[in-house]
């Protein structure tokens, strides 16, 4: 019998449930017009930032949920990982109870409402590890964005996670546990996957 390193098999390629086995675009919603590079999402970002500077923050709330790159690449789901925390701190907290119930009451609100549990927990991930850096956006003159690297464990980080927190209390107060639920056990991820195939905060599937 030939000598097997069990180590190295891929056991998702045994699993007739995993993403290897079968298109994960087909998990996503028909028409959703999601980037899928990063310069698609950068684009986005930008129409997102004018609704939220013109005072429509429920707008901009729900179109970057709309658009969350769950088939994109890894550099298009972090840019756009980045315009959804700019959101998120843009919003007044008096506002945030109001806006999740207008959100939620929407058709496809209890979708958009597990997308944004997603990127909360997404955000707390990078900034609870250690040395952990988040992707800021910044506005350049020649109308493009650039996403520069910000560590939360220093200087503002403690505000993020304030801010995540909060969202995630008055979340989890309008969907209830079963949201927290459907993020966990949901394929279809928000932030880049790590080398392993797998990020602890979005069941992270290999793609």
């Not at 990982?81 to 907290?93: D, K, M, S």
């Not at 040395?131 to 800021?136: C, D, E, R």
Request: aromatic share 4%; with cysteine; glycine share 12%.
């Amino acid at each position: 019998m030939a000598n097997i390193n069990w180590r190295t098999i891929n056991v998702d390629a045994y699993d007739p449930e995993s993403a290897l086995n079968f298109p994960i675009t087909t998990l996503l919603p028909a028409n959703l017009p999601a980037p899928s590079t990063s310069a698609e999402s950068a684009q986005i970002g930008q129409q997102v930032r004018q609704l939220l500077r013109a005072g429509d923050s429920l707008g901009a709330l729900q179109s970057a949920l709309e658009t969350a790159p769950l088939a994109g690449d890894d550099s298009a789901k972090q840019v756009h990982h980045a315009t959804v925390l700019e959101v998120l701190q843009g919003i007044r907290q008096s506002d945030v109870s109001r806006i999740l119930n207008e959100m939620l009451k929407q058709p496809g609100g209890t979708a958009l409402g597990d997308t944004l549990m997603k990127y909360i927990y997404k955000g707390m991930a990078s900034g609870a590890g250690g040395g952990g850096k988040g992707m800021s956006p910044q506005a350049t003159g020649s109308g493009f964005t650039q996403i520069q690297a910000r560590n939360f464990g220093e200087g503002g980080g403690g505000q993020v996670m304030s801010v995540l927190l909060s969202w995630h209390e008055k979340l989890t107060e309008v969907v209830g546990v079963g949201g927290i639920v459907r993020v966990m056990s949901d394929r279809r991820t928000v932030a880049p996957c790590t080398k392993l195939g797998r990020h602890p905060s979005n069941n992270c599937q290999a793609q």
